[in-house]
């Protein structure tokens, strides 16, 4: 057990102490997508949804719930961030989105940028459920990260971009 930083010795759940690591610049980047009928696309995309904007709202979910990670998930450090961004692509099948946290501090932002996509898609769901119950919330995932002791890491098949 030696490898899992969230266990103690004799394998029992703990927050990781972050207090002896030094400071440096952390940022990480995460997407995911929703697939709907074409009819719930359109309807977004036209601003026809009857709840009103839903990518405005959905981008402003995503903000706030990558402020509460550490309220949502047990071991998660609460964190002051710099920034976050929630942005949507529409595609042909649905609503792409990418998401990102970034900070200066002792722990990384990975959970943030995964809580703040996966927020915004179920917003767009419960936003637009009432034109398409069947929607899928799929590909959530960490796209990339940078900082940190582990360093710069980015998925295989993300495209390189700039800073």
Same mark, same amino acid.
């Given at each position: 057990?030696?490898?899992?930083? $969230?266990?103690?010795?004799?394998?029992?759940?703990? @927050?990781?102490?972050?207090?002896?690591?030094?400071?440096?610049?952390?940022?990480?980047?995460?997407?995911? $997508?929703? *697939?709907?009928?074409?009819?719930?696309?359109?309807?977004? *995309?036209?601003?026809?949804?009857?709840? !009103?904007?839903?990518? %405005?709202?959905?981008?402003?979910?995503?903000? @706030?719930? %990558?402020?509460?990670?550490?309220?949502?998930?047990? +071991?998660? $450090?609460?964190?002051?961030?710099?920034?976050?961004?929630?942005?949507?692509?529409?595609?042909?099948?649905?609503?792409?989105?990418?998401?990102?946290?970034? +900070?200066?501090?002792?722990? !990384?932002?990975? @959970?943030?940028?995964?809580?703040?996509?996966?927020?915004?898609?179920?917003?767009?769901?419960? @936003? %637009?459920?009432?034109?398409?119950?069947?929607?899928?919330?799929?590909?959530?995932?960490?796209?990339?990260? *940078?900082? !940190?002791?582990?360093?710069?890491?980015?998925?295989?098949?993300?495209?390189?971009?700039?800073?």
């Amino acid at each position: 057990m030696t490898g899992l930083t $969230h266990l103690d010795p004799d394998g029992n759940a703990r @927050m990781v102490d972050v207090g002896g690591k030094a400071e440096s610049r952390r940022l990480a980047i995460a997407g995911g $997508h929703i *697939r709907m009928s074409r009819e719930a696309l359109a309807a977004i *995309r036209d601003g026809e949804v009857p709840k !009103g904007d839903v990518l %405005a709202a959905a981008r402003i979910a995503g903000i @706030m719930a %990558a402020k509460k990670t550490g309220e949502l998930i047990p +071991l998660c $450090h609460p964190l002051a961030l710099d920034a976050v961004t929630v942005d949507f692509v529409l595609t042909e099948t649905g609503v792409s989105v990418t998401a990102s946290a970034s +900070l200066t501090g002792r722990t !990384g932002v990975e @959970m943030e940028a995964l809580v703040a996509a996966t927020v915004a898609l179920l917003t767009i769901y419960d @936003m %637009a459920k009432a034109l398409d119950k069947g929607m899928v919330v799929e590909q959530v995932r960490l796209l990339e990260k *940078r900082g !940190g002791k582990s360093g710069d890491w980015k998925a295989a098949d993300v495209p390189d971009r700039t800073a």
